[in-house]
T-cell receptor, first 108, second 113 residues
């Protein structure tokens, strides 16, 4: 079965609303990583988070290993936040298993 | 600025032909990776390398070879391209300490006809 499951698959919000993206995993990990991908573009690293909570501007990542989940919270969303967000489980020396992504659309 | 550069950006290949995708990094990272991204599958690991001269099979290596002739360069080789290998290919590099500095290239869009 799929080792990394992301939800929701897509999310549409009005500018200013908060977004909550979830990632659940079924195997042991070294760390969870979150990436942002523009349409047709490369991936940009947002967080490397083995456990606990990390902050970067309006973004917050929380990984709870015992519950086998990681989340990405975006506060006060902006239209420029639109794109695809990918979580990836680092299971061994940088080898990543990706979720299928959450496509986020922020409407003005 | 440290970066991962892929070439070509777009490629059309004929079934049965040989295709080489190139990746160059200026991050001085030991680890390099090749992934492919397909709708419905997300990104999947094809091959990886922990240093010059070494390559390892990832999760979906069949039909692909890899070459790491130097710290900076990592190539993905399709000896006999098939339409099922039509995809977007991403190269990435990371240091071997914590892999918290994962850096991706811009991708190569490959169409095999």
């Amino acid at each position: 079965g799929q080792q990394v499951q992301q939800s929701p698959a897509s999310l549409v919000l009005q500018e200013g609303e908060n977004a909550e993206l979830q990632c659940n995993f079924s195997t042991s990990l070294n760390s969870m990583q979150w990436f942002y991908q523009r349409p047709g573009g490369s991936l940009v690293s947002l967080f490397y988070n083995p456990s606990g909570t990390k902050h970067s501007g309006r973004l917050t990542s929380t990984t709870v290993i015992k519950e086998r989940r990681s989340s990405l919270h975006i506060s006060s969303s902006q239209t420029t936040d639109s794109g695809t967000y990918l979580c990836a489980l680092d299971y061994n020396q940088g080898k990543l298993i990706f979720g299928q992504g959450t496509k986020l659309s922020i409407k003005p | 600025e440290a970066a991962v550069t892929q070439s070509p950006r777009n490629k059309v290949a004929v079934t049965g032909g040989k295709v080489t995708l190139s990746c160059n990094q200026t991050n001085n990272h030991n680890n390099m990776y090749w992934y492919r991204q397909d709708t419905g599958h997300g990104l999947r690991l094809i091959h990886y390398s922990y240093g010059a001269g070494s390559t390892e099979k990832g999760d979906i290596p069949d039909g692909y070879k890899a070459s790491r002739p130097s710290q900076e360069n990592f190539s993905l080789i399709l000896e006999l391209a098939t339409p099922s290998q039509t995809s977007v290919y991403f190269c990435a590099s990371a240091s071997d300490s914590s892999n918290s500095d994962y850096t991706f290239g811009s991708g190569t869009r490959l169409l095999v006809i």
